[in-house]
């Protein structure tokens, strides 16, 4: 091994309880500090925000599921008083302020949280194209592109990526519909009815012995020898982490017509789901961008495969990966099965993010089925994550926050496009789990 990463171990004193697949919380000692090197600011977001605006008209049309929403993109934000009794109940803990929901499970086009970001950036690649081959203007009506005419242009180019399944999912259908020749490389856990899903939408499916971070490599490979194929990197794009971010604009607005406030006596904590760190960093950047210091993110990872906390705590980032502290990345979580952080998130997240929590597999599968049964909602075991870290979260920082009058946020990640079989499966295994 690198010195440098076994020196850092050395000095980081959570890696004991991580080989030990103990679930912990993690506190950001750089949390709040000032940070001159972000990359971006709030101009970022909105030049996202516009641009989801110019392409709402052929959303509409190309995805007909978003007429209703005239081809905005979005989850709602939705109280779970049963689910709270539920959880106090489980946890025999009163959990002190409000619990929501914010449902990704229900997005449009790949029913995850990867509809914002990974559709986002194969608009950005559309837009530009259309712009350089066709003669599209920033004022025209976008849904030109689902014409044929623009159809043909857009199948002289390729897009590709590596996923585990759900970033692949959006991005290979949302490509394809456009008439991009579209290949989604795909981790040895991804599941089957995603694959086969892909390939009924016209999208040519690789499939790896490897992990979510060899698929990604592999991706990368294949477009590197191709001038015409657009790569989307889940380990390092600014506009997959921006697509994310626009969240935050949106959420800002649900606060607000739902009377939901936030300030020093009425703090909001978010809890998202991390694999790479790119989904939850690009929203949680978001969150303290447009909403400020009184949202504080934290992230959810499996005790199995805890990649962003590790690459956090030690301050290596993408450099350092769960396998160099000798644990075996195995989870039921996939959404989440990432062994590696991605190149921004960690950086990104270094004084934004509150902290991070690991939790045990079993946990999430039984959330699956207490928030199915106390509110019908119905999302994959990675969504859950966040129900299973909100204990630790309030005890480790009881002395810091009026919990009393907190909101606490449970981003909810995926689950709608889940078949009905395998949606049983993971609720039965839930039901057992909490007999
Ligand atoms: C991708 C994904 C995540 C995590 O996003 P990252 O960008 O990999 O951190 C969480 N939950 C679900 C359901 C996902 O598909």
């Not at 029913?111 to 003669?135: P, Q």
């Not at 040895?188 to 490599?217: M, P, S, Y």
């Not at 978001?286 to 992230?299: A, R, V, Y």
């Not at 690459?311 to 990345?329: F, K, P, Q, R």
Request: hydrophobic share 40%; net charge negative.
């Amino acid at each position: 091994m690198d010195s440098n990463i076994a020196a850092k171990i050395a000095v980081t004193p959570i890696v004991d309880q991580l080989k030990d697949y103990q679930p912990l919380f993690w506190k950001n000692p750089n949390y709040g500090q000032a940070d001159s090197d972000l990359p971006f600011s709030k101009e970022y977001i909105f030049d996202a925000v516009a641009r989801w605006e110019r392409f709402a008209p052929y959303l509409a049309v190309a995805f007909p599921e978003t007429k209703a929403m005239h081809g905005i993109i979005e989850s709602p934000l939705t109280p779970i008083e049963h689910m709270q009794k539920a959880w106090s109940k489980y946890n025999n803990y009163d959990l002190p302020g409000t619990l929501y929901i914010k449902q990704d499970n229900a997005l449009p086009i790949s029913g995850s949280i990867k509809s914002r970001g990974g559709i986002y950036e194969v608009l950005k690649f559309a837009e530009k194209v259309a712009m350089t081959d066709g003669d599209l203007t920033y004022m025209d009506d976008y849904s030109v592109l689902a014409t044929p005419r623009y159809q043909k242009i857009f199948s002289k180019y390729g897009i590709t990526a590596g996923s585990t399944g759900n970033l692949g999912l959006s991005i290979g259908i949302a490509a394809a519909t456009f008439g991009f020749k579209t290949t989604i490389h795909m981790s040895h856990d991804a599941r089957t009815w995603k694959k086969e899903k892909l390939r009924a939408n016209g999208v040519q499916v690789i499939e790896h012995d490897g992990d979510c971070n060899f698929a990604v490599a592999q991706a990368r490979q294949q477009a590197s020898n191709d001038p015409y194929t657009y790569f989307i990197d889940d380990e390092g794009s600014k506009d997959l982490f921006l697509g994310y971010a626009v969240a935050a604009v949106r959420l800002q607005k649900q606060l607000v017509q739902q009377h939901i406030r936030v300030d020093q006596d009425h703090p909001i904590f978010v809890y998202l789901p991390a694999g790479v760190g790119g989904s939850p960093g690009g929203v949680t950047f978001g969150l303290k961008e447009i909403i400020g210091s009184d949202i504080h993110g934290i992230f959810a990872e499996p005790t199995h495969i805890p990649s962003v906390t590790l690459g956090m705590a030690t301050g290596l980032n993408h450099d350092i990966s769960v396998y160099d502290i000798g644990i075996d990345g195995n989870t039921q979580a996939d959404g989440l099965a990432v062994s590696r952080p991605s190149v921004l998130a960690g950086r990104i997240m270094k004084t934004l993010l509150r902290g991070c929590a690991t939790f045990n597999d079993s946990e999430i599968l039984k959330y699956v089925a207490l928030l199915a049964d106390s509110e019908n909602i119905k999302i994959e075991p990675s969504a859950a994550a966040g129900f299973a870290i909100i204990k630790e979260t309030v005890s480790a920082l009881q002395d810091d926050y009026n919990f009393a009058d907190a909101t606490h946020i449970i981003w909810s990640t995926g689950g709608n496009m889940v078949p009905v079989a395998d949606m049983q499966k993971f609720y039965q295994m839930g039901k057992e789990l909490l007999n």
